[in-house]
């Protein structure tokens, strides 16, 4: 069965940071493209950043673009999205996804594409 769970999230002063973590069980994260995506009350799912398969090529929407960082660590099964200079904007769920055909340099932002998805983990950005 697999499994993704998130964690890491929390409350953060504006301009703080936080590090997101996304282990997997029951499937191996290695080769496939893993998503990070966000909710806001009353909106709609979006893309956060996402990391291709086998060559970890990296892609970030614009409005996180130079704050966050997504990376994997294979060994551990996990992927992790470090955000820094957090601004209120950023306060949402934040969902980890996995898609299950392997890839090279392609990854997504389209939700549709992934096949797995965790939980989620509340991020608010608050003074």
């Known amino acids: 069965q697999v499994q993704l769970v998130e964690s890491g999230g929390g409350l953060v002063q504006p301009g703080g940071s936080l590090r997101l973590s996304c282990a997997a069980s029951g499937f191996s994260l290695d080769g496939y493209a893993i998503g990070w995506f966000r909710q806001a009350p009353g909106k709609e799912r979006e893309g956060v950043s996402c990391?291709?398969?086998?060559?970890?090529?990296?892609y970030y929407a614009s409005s996180v673009k130079g704050r966050f960082a997504i990376s994997r660590d294979n060994a551990k099964n996990t992927v992790y999205l470090q955000m820094n200079s957090l601004k209120p904007e950023d306060t949402a769920v934040y969902y980890c996804?996995?898609?299950?055909?392997?890839?090279?340099?392609?990854?997504?932002?389209?939700?549709?594409?992934?096949?797995?998805w965790g939980q989620g983990t509340q991020v608010t950005v608050s003074s």
């Open positions: 990391i291709s398969g086998r060559f970890g090529v990296t």
């Open positions: 996804a996995a898609d299950s055909t392997p890839t090279f340099v392609r990854a997504t932002m389209n939700p549709r594409e992934y096949d797995y």
